[in-house]
């Protein structure tokens, strides 16, 4: 994949912590940093996407203290963020707009989703230990917490190291536990299958807009995206493989389009790529060790139809060239 010469943002683990990010392991983040820094500009660079938003560089209208693990919006407009050192979820109201922590350090440091009920779901346990020990020891919590008061419950427990949440039409939630290979469940009677499926070191995931598939990206390895029927989950099929130059790319989080098209960040290509017939194409560069992706919601705020990427760096940034319909400029 493509990669610049240059890393354009710089980041500094806090001192007070002495974690480290699972969401792509210590050894990943550095080897990104370093393919950023040291790469030439290959030619094998996935081809650009066919344009669907305006043609303009990604624009900051964010900064959190910390690394930014997972993003969601729900139906105002607000963006919820998952901070991985501190453990918080912060909620941002709009573009420009400070980071409210909304709770304290509640260890979530993985996926987020809103609920149709506005209730946001968090996913925790994405500290190293708990995500390479995950699949033997299931012991980690998602938590159920209030948007608006940050109160917060345990919604399901039992389950790896929580990197990845999904949410499906029908209010299944699926997890996934980059340090292992399994894929949890957890029905919306309360029932927890920790290892529903199973795919090689999973990270980013979503859920077809019919329910009927599960989405999950393979981060290392052999680099790639599975489809997991539903009815059939003993069986993941492998519909995208990344090429050999990009072995090292490290995708990461997976968000879907109005058209049910996956989009995924990487780490270290500083690409974001989208499926189109069934083949990776970029839709933006130079975004190196990103993490998430998510398409705004409503009409105010970080609104709908604009594409949003978190990363290490603690930036949220809008990506126009992502943008699902024509946007005007949104200020910082």
Same mark, same amino acid.
């Given at each position: 994949?493509? !990669?610049?010469?240059?890393?354009?943002?710089?980041?500094?683990?806090?001192?007070? !912590?002495?974690?480290?990010?699972?969401?792509?392991? $210590?050894?990943?983040?550095?080897?990104?940093?370093? $393919?950023?820094?040291?790469?030439?500009?290959?030619?094998?660079?996935?081809?650009?996407?066919?344009?669907?938003?305006?043609?303009?560089?990604?624009?900051? #209208?964010?900064?959190?203290?910390?690394? #930014?693990?997972?993003?969601?919006?729900?139906?105002?407009?607000?963006?919820?963020?998952?901070?991985?050192?501190?453990?918080?979820?912060?909620?941002?109201?709009?573009?420009? +707009?400070?980071?409210?922590?909304?709770?304290?350090?509640?260890?979530?440091?993985?996926?987020?989703? #809103?609920?149709?009920?506005?209730?946001? %779901?968090?996913?925790?346990?994405?500290?190293?230990?708990?995500?390479?020990? &995950?699949?033997?020891? /299931?012991?980690?919590? %998602?938590?159920?917490?209030?948007?608006?008061?940050?109160?917060? +419950?345990?919604?399901?427990?039992?389950?790896?190291?929580?990197?990845? *949440?999904?949410?499906? /039409?029908?209010?299944?939630?699926?997890?996934?536990?980059?340090?292992?290979?399994?894929?949890?469940?957890?029905?919306?009677?309360?029932?927890?299958?920790?290892?529903?499926?199973? *795919?090689?070191?999973?990270?980013?995931?979503?859920?077809?807009?019919? =329910? !009927?598939?599960?989405?999950?990206?393979?981060?290392?390895?052999?680099?790639?995206?599975?489809?997991?029927?539903?009815?059939?989950?003993?069986?993941?099929?492998?519909?995208?493989?990344? =090429?050999?130059?990009?072995? %090292?790319?490290? /995708?990461?989080?997976?968000?879907?389009?109005?058209? &049910?098209?996956?989009?995924?960040?990487?780490?270290? +290509?500083?690409?974001?790529?989208?499926?189109?017939?069934?083949?990776?194409?970029?839709?933006? !560069?130079?975004?190196?060790?990103?993490?998430?992706?998510?398409?705004?919601?409503?009409?105010? &705020?970080?609104?709908?139809?604009?594409?949003?990427?978190?990363?290490?760096?603690?930036?949220?940034?809008?990506?126009?060239?992502?943008?699902?319909?024509?946007?005007?400029?949104?200020?910082?």
């Amino acid at each position: 994949m493509r !990669s610049t010469r240059t890393v354009r943002t710089a980041f500094r683990w806090p001192r007070r !912590s002495r974690r480290r990010p699972a969401g792509a392991l $210590v050894p990943a983040v550095v080897l990104a940093a370093a $393919v950023g820094v040291l790469a030439p500009d290959p030619a094998h660079a996935a081809p650009a996407c066919a344009p669907t938003g305006r043609a303009a560089p990604p624009v900051q #209208v964010a900064q959190l203290p910390d690394w #930014v693990e997972s993003i969601a919006v729900d139906a105002r407009g607000r963006m919820f963020a998952t901070a991985y050192f501190t453990g918080r979820v912060h909620r941002l109201d709009a573009p420009g +707009s400070a980071p409210v922590a909304l709770t304290g350090n509640i260890g979530a440091n993985g996926g987020i989703v #809103v609920r149709a009920d506005g209730k946001l %779901l968090v996913g925790t346990g994405n500290d190293l230990a708990h995500s390479l020990t &995950g699949d033997l020891f /299931p012991r980690s919590r %998602l938590l159920l917490v209030d948007p608006d008061s940050g109160a917060v +419950s345990t919604y399901a427990s039992g389950l790896g190291g929580i990197d990845g *949440v999904a949410l499906a /039409p029908d209010g299944t939630v699926y997890t996934t536990t980059l340090g292992g290979r399994n894929i949890g469940r957890v029905t919306p009677d309360g029932r927890v299958d920790p290892a529903w499926a199973r *795919v090689a070191q999973p990270n980013g995931i979503a859920v077809s807009p019919d =329910g !009927s598939e599960v989405l999950v990206v393979q981060t290392t390895l052999a680099p790639g995206l599975y489809r997991i029927p539903v009815v059939d989950p003993d069986h993941p099929r492998r519909w995208i493989s990344t =090429g050999l130059p990009d072995a %090292l790319a490290l /995708p990461d989080g997976l968000t879907l389009d109005g058209a &049910g098209r996956p989009l995924i960040s990487t780490h270290a +290509s500083g690409q974001v790529w989208r499926v189109e017939d069934d083949r990776l194409c970029a839709v933006a !560069s130079g975004l190196h060790l990103s993490t998430q992706l998510t398409y705004g919601r409503g009409d105010s &705020g970080f609104a709908a139809g604009r594409l949003y990427r978190a990363g290490v760096d603690g930036r949220i940034l809008e990506v126009p060239a992502g943008a699902e319909a024509p946007a005007g400029p949104q200020a910082p």
